[in-house]
């Protein structure tokens, strides 16, 4: 059609963005095993997190002769009859969702332990090794019965003391501890006791990615935790510079008129060793900001996976925001308060740093006064000398024009020419003087008019 032909370039993948990654069809009793992979680490130069979890991906479909999607997508699913698979490329990190549905109601924990964790070839799971930075299970149970009595037979399931759950999107229960069980991976479960269609889908979604984000959150707090005596040392070697820059100050009276060289060039030690500090927090930050900023924005999906979950208190249990309230949060605020502390001292280190280089820049103005100073009152000197010179100048080429012109006079006398030469020789003095003075003058302003 010709509307066809009337789309922006981008109209259509824009549009289809939105619908790129839609949730996977759920129904219970239906087991999930779910992993966030994690590659940053392990690139190399000229490598990329998109081609190396290709790559995995790829090797993971051509065990089941599956043809694996194009080395720009960011979606793939696939039923591999046995088991279903939704994978998921991001910046940071890859996410591959199992799921296997069961022809038959099953205990919660026998649930666990038929995962489709077992139907992933061995030798790829081993290609994982260092990279898993999420590991976990689902159940999805639609038993029936008191949120009370369940919770009591889940104490087998989950090996931690502390028990989160609560009522969710109003058809729903989540149960969880958070914690990586002996086999490696955690463990939640959902029961649907009147789930819509697709919800179950969209919860289980929402659930692992609160899981996935939480983790990759809590990637900033090492980075924190290392920044702390990094932090301390600076900030220690700040204030000793400061110190130092006010006791330079009181040495010299307070004044910068009379500053000796060996308070210059102390003064640019100090110049120097700032520097180095700068230099020192700019690597920190280098190092740091990135990750603090993926960290909050990770830290700002988790709170909104949870808002959106719409939770209800099941009595005795702590829902999953009380859970995150106290745990989660307060590795946000550390590696907020490190990001902040970081940025301020790297305003302090520039404003010392502007406030040292403006008294070095005012000495060595002050110097260059001096020496400007000294070279007027040399150069007045060299005038006055000079002067001195040109009145001899013009008295010694006088005299020797004046007697050129005597022996002139006598020569005029001896050839019979009426002439007095003592009378003419007195009389030319103060001609040939004023005309010598005069050509000088002359020859000087020629040589000012030039320059």
Request: hydrophobic share 45%.
């Amino acid at each position: 059609m010709i509307y066809s032909s009337l789309n922006h370039a981008l109209r259509v993948p824009l549009a289809a963005e939105i619908h790129s990654r839609p949730f996977l069809e759920l129904h219970a009793p239906e087991s999930i095993t779910h992993l966030a992979v994690y590659v940053r680490d392990d690139l190399a130069p000229g490598a990329t997190n998109a081609r190396l979890q290709h790559g995995l991906l790829t090797d993971l479909c051509r065990h089941f002769g599956v043809s694996a999607p194009a080395e720009e997508a960011k979606f793939f699913f696939h039923d591999f009859g046995r088991f279903r698979l939704k994978w998921e490329s991001h910046t940071e990190f890859a996410t591959y969702t199992f799921a296997q549905r069961h022809e038959e109601a099953l205990p919660v924990d026998e649930a666990f332990g038929r995962v489709p964790l077992h139907q992933i070839p061995q030798q790829w799971l081993s290609a994982l090794q260092g990279r898993l930075m999420v590991a976990t299970h689902v159940v999805l149970d639609a038993s029936s019965g008191a949120a009370q009595d369940f919770a009591h037979g889940l104490r087998r399931v989950f090996e931690g003391k502390l028990l989160v759950g609560s009522r969710v999107l109003h058809g729903a229960e989540i149960w969880t501890d958070f914690l990586v069980q002996s086999d490696g991976f955690s463990r939640i479960v959902v029961r649907d006791v009147g789930l819509r269609e697709q919800q179950a889908g969209r919860l289980v979604q929402r659930m692992l990615e609160i899981e996935t984000y939480r983790m990759m959150a809590l990637l900033g707090l090492p980075h924190a935790q290392r920044a702390t005596p990094v932090l301390n040392a600076i900030e220690d070697e700040l204030a000793e510079l400061t110190a130092a820059m006010i006791e330079t100050d009181g040495m010299n009276g307070g004044t910068l008129h009379h500053q000796s060289a060996a308070e210059s060039v102390q003064e640019q030690g100090l110049l120097d060793n700032i520097t180095r500090l700068a230099a020192r927090l700019e690597n920190l930050a280098v190092d740091n900001n990135y990750r603090f900023s993926a960290s909050q924005a990770y830290f700002r999906l988790v709170a909104a996976r949870i808002e959106e979950l719409r939770e209800e208190r099941i009595e005795g249990f702590p829902t999953v925001e009380e859970f995150m309230d106290r745990r989660l949060t307060p590795a946000a605020s550390t590696c907020a308060a490190i990001s902040s502390r970081q940025e301020a001292l790297a305003r302090r280190i520039a404003q010392t740093n502007d406030l040292l280089r403006t008294r070095v820049g005012i000495v060595q103005e002050q110097q260059n006064r001096q020496i400007l100073q000294s070279m007027n009152a040399r150069a007045a000197q060299q005038l006055q000398l000079q002067q001195a010179v040109e009145g001899l100048s013009v008295a010694a080429i006088s005299y020797y024009m004046i007697g050129l012109l005597g022996y002139a006079a006598k020569a005029l006398k001896a050839a019979g020419l009426p002439i007095n030469a003592d009378i003419s020789t007195g009389v030319l003095v103060p001609v040939v003087a004023g005309a010598v003075w005069l050509g000088l003058r002359r020859m000087h302003k020629r040589m000012h008019a030039g320059h």
